[in-house]
Structures are given as C-alpha cells and as structure tokens.
C-alpha cells in the first residue's frame, strides 16, 4: 500500500529539519576531510562514481535521509511505476521510458501490447533503416549516400538529442564509428532552420521530423520550411523525411515519410531520449550499436535505482541532498557544471529535466503544498565557467549548491604538455581544486580576498564521456528527478504550466486580443 | 562629493521597502494593462524601446526609485566612472570601457596618454589590419588568402565575442559583409581546441591570442595546442597569429605574432567586447564597418544611461527595478529570454557579465554588507525556453523575474506561412502571450491548471538584431550592472573570487596536496 503524502507531512522530514546541520568547512579540514572523501562514495553503472563528501551531510543526517527514503517509500513508488501504474497523474498516463533501455520489473501491457517488446521492436525498425542508409540501400533520388542527418523538434525532442549527440560527436570520430553529421532545427524564428538549410547540403541530408501529437506548431512549421527548401532543390520531399511520432498521431502512416517510428504517450518529452526519439538520429549519426551501448548504460543506472539501502542508490541519495539543501537549507538554485566540452550542452537539457519536471506548485492530486519544490538550474562546462558565473558561487551572497562532473581521459587524446602538466591533467586539478575552495574556502584579513567556505558541491567522476557512461549519466538524473518528484508529491511527468502561453499566443495570431496583450500585439508588428 | 554608502544606509531604500506593492495581475488586466504598455516604455539607441509595463511597479514606486537613483547618487558616480576616476577600488584601477565606443565626459589621461585617443589608435590598427587580410595583403605563406578567424581566449575574452559573433553572422551573410568564418576555443579541456582545429583548414586560418596579462593559463595551453598543429602542418606560425593584450605583456613584442593590437587594466574581460578584445575577431569576421556601427549603437545608448530623469534612463530604471526585485521582493535568479535565436549565447555572456560583476558579499571598500547583491543570470532563446524550464517560470514556488527581448524582423527574411502566419509572427506572439500570461495567469478549479499571474517581466523590443541595435543592448546590460553594484556599493569591476580555485589547481598539479585536495586529485589520477 503505497501513500502518498505531503513532504511536510512525514516525521521523518521534521527530523531532518530539526538535525544538527554540519559545519561544511569544518569537516572538509584535515584528514576527516579526506575520510570523507574515501567514503563518502558511491558507484554507479558504466564506471562512473558519485561523491558526495562536499556536501553538507555527516552519518547522523544519512540516517534521517534513510528514514525519509522508507517513509516516503521511493522505492515502493519507483516500483509501481516500472511496473505500470497511472504515475502521471495529471495525464492519467503510465510513465515508461525505463522500457525504452530494459525491463525492471513486471511485463507492462497497455494498449494491447507488452510495452517493452513495443520499444525494442521500434529500435530494431531504426536499426534495420539506419543500417540501410549507412550501407547505402537507402539512398537519395540521384542513388547517393546520405551525409547529413537533421533532426527537427523542440524541447524534449530536441535539447536531449542534441546533447547526446555533441557529447558522442568526438568520441565517435576517435573511434570509427562515426556516420553521418547531426543538425537540429528547433526554434521557430525563422533564421534558426535559414540558417541550418544554409550550412548543410539538402540533397544528401535525411530530415528526422519529431513530435509525439503531430501537432506541435513550431515542429510543424519548421517541417513546412524544410519542405519548401527541398523543392527549391528540385527534391521529393518525401524521399528525405522520417518520422518520430506516436502510432495515434497524424504523421504516422503519412505517404510523406520514407518511414516512421514510434513513441507513445507513455514517453514524456524530455525522458525521450533513449526512445525512438534520440535512436532514430542518434543511430543515424554514429551507428544503431553505439545507441545500443547508450542504452545499455543507461539500463545498468536504472538497476541501481532500485537499491534500497540509500548509500547503494546514488540517484536516491543525490535526490534527498537535494530536498535538504532547497527545503532545509533553503538554498534557491543548482548550478551543473561538467568539466568537459563535450558535455556543454548537458545543462541544457538537465534544465529542462529538472525545472519542468518539479517546477511545480499543486502536489499529484491537484491538492495544496506549503513548500518550495523543484530550484532553478543552470550550468556551463568547466574551466570555461571558472572565469564566469563563479565569481558569485564563491564570493556571492546567496549559496548554490553544486553538481560537479569530471573525467580521468579526454575523448580525442590529443593533448599537449605545458608547465608540466597536459591540458586533461589541468581540466582535471582545476574540478578537483573547486570543490576544496568552495567547501573550505580560506580566511583572508583583506575582506574582498576572504572565502567563506562552507558551498556544498558533488561531483559524478567518470573515466571518459563514452556512449555507456552518458548513458549512465542520464539515468542518474533522471531518476534524481523522479525522486524528488515522489518527496514534493508532485506529478513529475505532465506540464500543464506551458499551455497558457500557447493559448494566448493562438489569440494573438487570430487577432482576437484586447487590453495589453494587443498593445504588445501592436508593439510587436503582429 | 560623493557618498559611497551602503544601500541600506539610505533613506529611499527605507521607503521603497515601505511602499505599497503592486499586484501585477490586477494592474495588469483590462484598459489598464493596455495603458501600462503604452506609458511604462522608454527609448533605447538604435531603435530599441524598454518596456517595463509587467513589472511590479506603479507611479507611488517609481518616485520613491526616482528619490533612490538621486540619494544613490548615480548620475554622480557614473560621471566620476567615465571621467577617470578610481571606480575599480580593489584593483584600483580607471573603468574605461566607454571610451571604446565613445567620449561621454572630460578627457581621460593615464599612462601618459589620452585614453580615448588610445582606443580608437587600437581599432584603427586592426581595421587596417582586418582590410589587408580581406583584400589580400595579408596572406599566408601560399600567398592565399585567410578564410577562418579563430579567437583564442577564455570568459571575457570568448563569451562576449563569442555571443557577437552569433548575433551578426546570419545577419553579416544577408548583408553581404561575411568576410570569414569565426570559430572560438576557449576551454582547458583539450577536446575542445582539437575539435576546433579538426572542423578548420588551419592553412587558411588566422588566430587571434587574447589574453590581457599574457599568462591566462588555459589561453596559453591552448595557443600551444594551436602552435602544435600548425607546425605539424608544415607551417609558420608566427604567420597565422596575432595577439590583443595589454602593453606591458609578454605577448605585446612578441616576433611569434603577425600583429599585436593592445587593450589595458582598465578594461574589465567581461566589459571587453567593445574593445580590441571584441574588435580584432568581429572585423576579421565582418569588416571594421560592421563592427564600428556596433561601437556606434553602444555609443548612443551609454549616452541615455547619463540621463539624469529615471523614467528616461532605461539602464538605471532597469537597474533599480532589479534591486527592488532582489533585495525588497526577495527573488533569487532573473531569467534572460531573447525571442532570436541569434541571440542563442547573449544570455550566456549576461551571466558571466551580471554575475561577476555584483556576485559580491563585501563593499567597494571591503567593508560589511546586510543585504544581497546579484542574483543567478540564466536563459536560453524563445520558443525553446518554453518547451523546456517555463513550466518552473510559470507554476513553480519562486518567482523568477524575466528580461524578454523580441524583434520585429528576422535577420534572414526567408519566411513560411503556416496556419496564416510567419514564423515570425508566431516568434513575437509568444513573447507577447508570455508577458501576459506570466502577469495575470489565469484562475482554473483545476489547481494543475491554475496560474496564478504576478510574475513579472521587461521586455526590450526592437526592429531586428543589427550591429546598431546589438551594440545598444550589450551597452544597456553593461550599464544595468553598473549601476546596479554602485546600489549594492559593491566594487562591480573586480573578482577575487576566481583566485583562490586557480592557487588550489597550481597545488594539485605541483603535488603539493594534502586532506581533501589530495583524495579528489587521486580519484581524478591526477
């Protein structure tokens, strides 16, 4: 019997409000410091590891958080959701995009079908049809390969994708695996798909049109502009469209694909990456085995999750940090700074992942909640934000908790040594630097050179960024996000907050505006 | 004579905490939204216009704004700031900025030299430069001309350039003033100069090394990465770089460079796009004309920031709106929304610009301060934002104030009609159904599907993004964030708090570690 309750309902939150908090600067001294950091770790799947030894935690508080974890049965609802429940309440939808990288719990039917055979058979169809165009079966009209893949959509359908895509780009190119290049056109400003059309060659380019409703407007008239591009070219549109839809949707059996692949309802947007929605592009460009390793790291991380002893459950131990620190702690904001240029775009995504999965404000049932939930975030990849934003985490007045990401090997392996050290090693002593100066900070009698300390960080430590660890990676974060969803007892899986503003946009564009909407209507030339 | 005060030192800031708040969504609905719009709206340079109708404010507050702008003295201070004056107290140094672009007061001299004089010296250097490259007097060794400029620098000298560069170059290919592609390495990570050198024909390459002290480790690091590839190629190096750093570096007579073109101490990195940091890559880029009718709209709109009437200063009127926001309201971040995906990295360059500037916990004169200083800047371009965080902007538990900016034009003008409108038409009608929808929501029973309004927005609107009107928005922001640390009386043109990671990464990679420091450097086998 699973309950759902308000945080502020369980006694176990009140103890961990009434806990002694740690004195982070302190503890970070000295040899605890490094006990800490020995033991205060956790692995993960596809060698990854989360230490958590910067952030304000000590034994006492873990075990609050343990009896918060049993009190809120995180793992009881993360079970129920694997094995099918309505968990997305608002939509009244099961929440399945597990399925998509393995099978956690019991076969899942809905819609007729076992849910995991469904997934797996749709990545089989984009394997046999990327395959196919790789080895040049499918081709263009003028019976030439296909160079370029171009995936159009927005928000779940496209920032994942993209930051998958750019974290693989080189690693791919190292290791022989990559195929095509990958665009992506999103935006609706008309310069964004200009300007992609301009840089890319449309006769040798497969289109990936992506939108589960086939109803998505700025999707839909970026196809439409896509379209007119092609037969400017003298193309047949349809000879370089696919489609990434649900079966249900208009696109799906459309003579204006070469072929269509399927999601459901069951795949919010921005847990869409390891469907069909990151496979078809994602195995267009560096092949269907290297997507099958991205799965398969993010199955490993899934498995995890299931862990019920808190210190062997990394994404259920980094969801709880995270409820205390903007609960207890108060702290507004998380920042998520990868030290690798591949990951730069990782922010992007988890920002959406984040913020629009918990950016809520009713719990799951519609009812009252009298408490902060999901913080904004944001982040850039390091050193490069060192010599931005840091200035305010460090010296600021207000503290943001911190999500540090680094890796023991760069992806391309050319480097170079300066001042004895090569530019890994430095990209390296500069994370690992971060976290001491900003959980110990350092006393200066000059007040503008004095650092407080006491700025709670993280940090996943990986080998390299390969398909299996950003598998991983993305799992992890996904499932942070999910349980903190079960601790606010929000619905973490619909966004009902972005329908306004397209309701009112609709009534711009009609001309059916009064008030200040048609004077900034006017002042906008609309 | 003027008073550096604390800001909570000041009557007006009493009264403004005591004022009477508005609530947004009622002021905001009916007649007297649309009058809002139509009188809470301020010129700008080149064609811009502030409007700050959906902002938590009414007459009764903007007098008592009006009364803290004169208390605050901030007229006084930008004048003493633009006539030569030690502004940057920590490092005791002039802020010169401005007379990049322009002459706003008396003749400034420092280093035995009229400043302003010095500047336009500089660009007139690189404009000559920039021209013989592009006609051809300046070749590689081939005698073939430079295709490619590639920036190499890190925050200031790369986010600022970087985010200008984005904003022009679709525009600069319509217009017919592309000169040569840029591209930007930046991070210590060595995947990114590799990627870089691997997308580039470095024989028809040109580097530009900016680095102000000539020892920015990362910049270093990487122009070895560069030297390293240049010279597997079989080439010259000295005869594909320049350098832009001060005088008195170890760059500066360098024979290793083509060029040298000088920038100085008081020009803060991130204030830095206006000045030979920014010039040499966006004149190679865009020719010298481009770039000077960018200087021109900086020029004007630091002009309207001397504007003594609040209501016709739309730097400080955003400024004060911002602190009221901050210290009187309490909320924690601000959103920055360009409606242009040229704009894609502006925010980016506002984060590093806002928030290392005014991150601060301590006076310009390093005495105590009892409030907060500068909030956490994110954002990414409109309409994507919206299918991702908005749903946290819009029904999560803070407010999060929003900065729109929207344009009548693309930049393109290639356009599609869908459902009766252009893409850029329905661009503007979401950032207008944005605005009112983030101010006055909408009631529903269904709590999911409540908004309840009250959050408030700015927007800037212009005709399209043009070096006029770009040059006017970065001025407006830089000018914003000055005026805000002269409020918070915090020294805006410093940042210690970068030091103190950079000492730690020197310890680490000497080996010189201990505790803590040394347990991350192993598990980072370093």
Redesign the interface.
């Known amino acids: 019997m699973i309950n759902w309750n308000n945080l502020d309902t369980l006694k176990s939150y009140e103890e961990m409000k009434n806990a002694k908090k740690v004195n982070l600067a302190q503890v970070?001294?000295?040899?605890n410091?490094?006990k800490?950091?020995?033991e205060y770790s956790v692995p993960m799947a596809a060698g990854l590891?989360y230490?958590y030894?910067?952030k304000e935690v000590d034994d006492a508080l873990l075990a609050t958080f343990e009896e918060l974890a049993k009190e809120a049965q995180l793992t009881e609802k993360f079970e129920a959701l694997y094995n099918g429940e309505v968990i997305n309440t608002?939509e009244k939808r099961l929440v399945l995009h597990h399925l998509t990288r393995g099978q956690l719990g019991d076969a899942v039917n809905a819609d007729g079908v076992d849910k995991r055979a469904f997934y797996v058979e749709q990545q089989n169809k984009i394997t046999e049809f990327a395959n196919k165009v790789h080895n040049g079966e499918i081709t263009n009209a003028a019976g030439e390969k296909f160079t370029t893949v171009v995936q159009i959509g927005?928000?779940?359908s496209?920032?994942g994708p993209r930051a998958m895509y750019l974290a693989l780009?080189?690693w791919a190119?190292k290791n022989n695996t990559f195929k095509m290049e990958a665009k992506f056109i999103?935006?609706?400003?008309?310069?964004?798909?200009?300007?992609v059309l301009?840089s890319i060659d449309v006769a040798h380019s497969i289109f990936v049109l992506v939108s589960k409703s086939g109803t998505t407007?700025?999707t839909?008239?970026?196809e439409?502009?896509v379209k007119?591009a092609l037969k400017n070219a003298g193309l047949d549109a349809s000879k370089h469209m696919i489609a990434v839809t649900s079966e249900t949707s208009p696109l799906a059996k459309s003579d204006d694909y070469l072929a269509a692949f399927f999601m459901d309802d069951y795949i919010g947007?921005r847990f869409s990456s390891t469907s069909a929605v990151g496979g078809a592009v994602l195995s267009l460009a560096f092949g269907p085995e290297v997507f099958a390793q991205f799965l398969d790291g993010a199955a490993k991380q899934d498995a995890l999750a299931k862990n019920t002893k808190l210190t062997e459950n990394p994404s259920m131990l980094d969801a709880i940090i995270g409820v205390y620190e903007r609960n207890v702690l108060g702290y507004?904001?998380t920042a998520v700074l990868p030290?690798?240029?591949?990951l730069s775009r990782f922010p992007?995504h988890l920002?959406?992942l984040d913020?629009?999965s918990?950016?809520?404000?009713?719990n799951r049932d519609?009812?009252?909640?009298n408490?902060?939930?999901?913080?904004?975030?944001?982040g850039?990849?390091?050193?490069?934000g060192?010599?931005?934003?840091?200035?305010?985490?460090?010296?600021?007045?207000?503290v943001?908790p911190l999500q540090f990401i680094?890796y023991?090997n760069?992806?391309?392996g050319?480097?170079?040594v300066?001042?004895?050290?090569?530019?890994?090693?430095?990209?390296?002593?500069?994370?690992?630097?971060?976290?001491?100066?900003f959980?110990?900070?350092?006393a200066d009698d000059?007040?503008?050179?004095?650092?407080?300390g006491g700025r709670p960080s993280s940090?996943i430590?990986g080998e390299q960024v390969t398909p299996a660890s950003l598998g991983a990676l993305l799992a992890h974060f996904e499932n942070k996000v999910m349980f903190q969803g079960f601790l606010w007892n929000v619905?973490s899986f619909?966004?009902?907050?972005?329908?306004?503003?397209?309701?009112?946009?609709?009534?711009?564009?009609a001309h059916e505006t009064?008030?200040?909407?048609?004077?900034?209507?006017d002042?906008?030339?609309?």
Chains 1, 2 share one sequence.
């Open positions: 970070m001294t000295g040899e410091g490094a800490r950091v020995r590891t230490n030894a910067a608002g927005i928000g779940g496209d920032l780009e080189n190119k999103s935006n609706v400003d008309p310069d964004d798909a200009a300007a301009n407007l700025e839909l008239t970026n439409s502009f007119d947007g507004p904001s030290y690798s240029q591949a992007a920002q959406q913020m629009e918990n950016g809520k404000s009713v519609g009812g009252e909640i408490y902060v939930t999901g913080p904004v975030i944001f850039e990849p390091g050193t490069n060192q010599h931005s934003f840091y200035q305010l985490l460090h010296q600021g007045t207000d943001t680094g023991k760069s992806q391309m050319t480097d170079v300066i001042q004895g050290s090569t530019s890994q090693q430095k990209l390296c002593a500069n994370v690992a630097a971060q976290i001491v100066a959980a110990c900070g350092k000059d007040r503008n050179k004095n650092f407080e940090i430590i619905n619909d966004q009902e907050g972005v329908q306004l503003g397209k309701v009112l946009a609709k009534k711009v564009l009064d008030g200040a909407l048609k004077e900034f209507s002042l906008l030339n609309i």
